[in-house]
């Protein structure tokens, strides 16, 4: 889809050179995620304790019996990762974060219960271990509290009523946080000590390996970290600055799209020499499309209405859309209704303000369960090609229908 040389991107652009390819925005903060995991041994292997974890106590009535009645009343049940929807994985740390210290007791109880099999105890002994590790403590709070938020904006950005410019401020917000981490490796691990009652690292306790060394080199150069640098160095901040690299990664995207859109959404503020910079880099793009004249005048037509009737400073384009709609303004304002269809990627349908700007809205419905996916496509070309629709005789595509299915039969 995305290749921009010989992928779908490229076909397209083929066809049309104004196309813009826009990847989806939950999709795209998806992959941060699974980027950022495996760029990390110790994130890696927390979610495959997790996943252990749960196959424990789930492959077991028993064992699940036991851990249920060590649980809060009010505590959430342990959860089982997805390998496509990260949100699970968010699930999955806020129920183990919340139940830390329940689960180390029933894996506890569990091992030393003679009446269990070998194999049962053995396990449980190998989870508590894996779990009681600072490491492992750390990782838990440290993805608990990113998970948290990156599922917050996912669920946000699959909303049928995203603004590509909200997807960008969104993008920007979490690459701002990410950053703000770096330097709070002490407050993450004041956490982990607290709760893993511990606070020697695993490197610190285990025998250090010894490089080969040539013999035309000395160990005068060689740096012996720490367990606690080596952790923050090779563990913490590489997580951080990937999950900045592939956030920024990927907001390149949005931003290439917005930059010549976004002065519409300030348009209030801005002064009249602004308003024909801006207008005139735009008109240079879609030249075939809109007039410069009449874009520019409309602007600044548009900008008074704005002041004279609305208290907001920003507009979504969206909220624009609407307002020309509300107020019957297409014959008015047609350049910048162009552009703003085009801002929002909206079908050139009879929209109305009460009506929804997206054509997924009127697709994906609480019926889309129930749909196989040939249907599915098949509403969804009825719907993008609207204009075609309108202009079928549906009562000979009826007649058509009925003649082929009746199982009325003519008798001799």
Not at 282 to 306: A, G, Q, V, W
């Amino acid at each position: 889809m995305s290749g921009r040389y010989n992928g779908l991107q490229a076909k397209i652009k083929e066809l049309n050179n104004l196309a813009v390819y826009i990847p989806c925005a939950a999709h795209s903060l998806n992959l941060v995620g699974t980027h950022a995991v495996q760029c990390s041994n110790e994130a890696a292997q927390l979610f495959l304790h997790v996943q252990h974890l749960y196959t424990f106590f789930s492959g077991s009535t028993h064992r699940w019996k036991i851990l249920m009645f060590n649980l809060k009343s009010e505590s959430k049940t342990l959860k089982r990762l997805s390998g496509t929807r990260w949100s699970s994985r968010d699930d999955a740390c806020v129920s183990l974060n919340d139940s830390w210290d329940e689960i180390l007791k029933t894996l506890s109880l569990l091992e030393n219960d003679n009446s269990k099999p070998a194999e049962t105890r053995n396990e449980a002994s190998g989870l508590r271990k894996k779990f009681e590790k600072l490491e492992t403590t750390f990782m838990a709070i440290f993805w608990g509290f990113i998970l948290n938020r990156l599922n917050a904006v996912s669920k946000k950005l699959q909303s049928v009523e995203i603004d590509i410019t909200v997807v960008l401020e969104l993008y920007d917000s979490l690459i701002n946080l990410i950053l703000s981490q770096r330097d709070n490796f002490d407050e993450f691990e004041k956490m982990a000590i607290l709760r893993a009652q511990i606070k020697e690292y695993k490197t610190t306790i285990s025998r250090k390996k010894k490089r080969t060394i040539p013999y035309d080199e000395s160990r005068q150069d060689d740096v012996q970290l720490t367990g606690r640098n080596h952790f923050r160095i090779n563990t913490y901040l590489t997580i951080i600055d990937k999950l900045n690299n592939e956030l920024q990664k990927r907001r390149e995207a949005y931003k290439y799209f917005c930059e010549p859109f976004s002065f519409i959404n300030t348009l209030k503020n801005m002064k009249q020499n602004e308003i024909s910079e801006k207008a005139k880099k735009l008109c240079k793009i879609y030249k075939t499309d809109i007039d410069y004249e009449e874009f520019e005048h409309e602007l600044l037509h548009f900008r008074s209405l704005l002041i004279s009737k609305y208290n907001e400073e920003k507009f979504t384009a969206l909220k624009l859309l609407e307002i020309i709609y509300k107020n019957d303004l297409k014959s008015v304002f047609p350049n910048i209704e162009i552009i703003l269809r085009i801002y929002i990627s909206t079908p050139a349908t009879n929209c109305t303000a009460e009506r929804s700007f997206s054509s997924l809205k009127r697709i994906k419905t609480y019926l889309r369960s129930k749909l196989g996916q040939e249907k599915l496509n098949s509403l969804a070309i009825l719907s993008i090609e609207s204009e075609m629709t309108q202009e079928i005789q549906f009562e000979d595509i009826i007649q058509n229908f009925a003649e082929k299915k009746a199982r009325r039969k003519q008798m001799k």
